[in-house]
């Protein structure tokens, strides 16, 4: 159980890792692009995952959530965006939004992609720990992917939602990003309920997954 436990940690730490390190990143390299440089001035554009890592949210609810539930949620440190100076306010917060949750479907592909290398080359001692990385890294960015596209503020899908919606309804709706946490934290504590939710999604992008990786779907 120790050997598995050593592996599983191994094997999902350099994912974990990336998957909310470009998915931050993606976020301020958008807000950039479309005119916000309060990310890029805070030093918040860096690789570097020291930057991104929230103590509570990237370590201690992970940490529990897999241990007590065997469910891997958390969030990382949020890029600083000011929405005010996007050129055009409403839709680039969108963009911006959806910036994170697209580079997590790249980066999953990404992994798809080196699954499919490890296999095909077949190296000793290699492959093996390679695929199993690759396996964890498309598992990781699909969830965080999918999860952070749910309509609940403050995640991405609930910012997406709001500036489509129009400006009195998305006033109303901005309000509700005060219960957004206690509404994720009900999801997680009924057992299934995020499987429902996520499942259907998941198996799709799944399978699209091993299509890239060269797997029976």
């Known amino acids: ?119 095909a080359v077949d190296i000793e001692n290699l492959s093996a720990p390679l695929a199993y990385m690759g396996e964890r890294g498309i598992g990781f960015n699909l969830v965080l992917m999918l999860l952070n596209l749910l309509p609940i503020l403050p995640l991405d899908g609930g910012r997406i939602v709001s500036a489509l919606l129009p400006p009195r309804v998305s006033y109303r709706y901005d309000a509700t990003e005060q219960y957004g946490m206690l509404i994720m934290l009900v999801l997680i504590a009924i057992p299934g309920l995020l499987g429902v939710i996520l499942g259907p999604p998941m198996a799709i992008f799944l399978s699209l997954m091993s299509l890239f990786a060269g797997l029976p779907g």
């Not at 996007?86 to 592909?109: C, E, F, H, Q, Y």
């Not at 992609?113 to 490890?118: E, G, I, N």
């Open 1 to 119: 159980m120790e050997d598995n436990l050593i592996k599983d940690i191994a094997g999902s730490l350099l994912p974990i890792l990336f998957a909310i390190t470009m998915h931050e990143v993606a976020h301020g390299w958008a807000a950039l692009m479309l005119g916000d440089k309060t990310a890029a001035r805070m030093g918040r554009l860096s690789l570097n995952p020291i930057h991104h890592i929230d103590p509570i949210g990237t370590v201690l609810v992970p940490s529990l959530s897999y241990l007590f539930g065997g469910f891997l949620f958390g969030w990382a440190k949020p890029v600083p965006v000011n929405f005010g100076r996007l050129r055009n306010p409403r839709r680039d917060s969108a963009l911006v939004a959806l910036a994170g949750p697209m580079a997590n479907l790249l980066m999953a592909i990404g992994w798809a992609l080196m699954v499919r290398l490890a296999h």
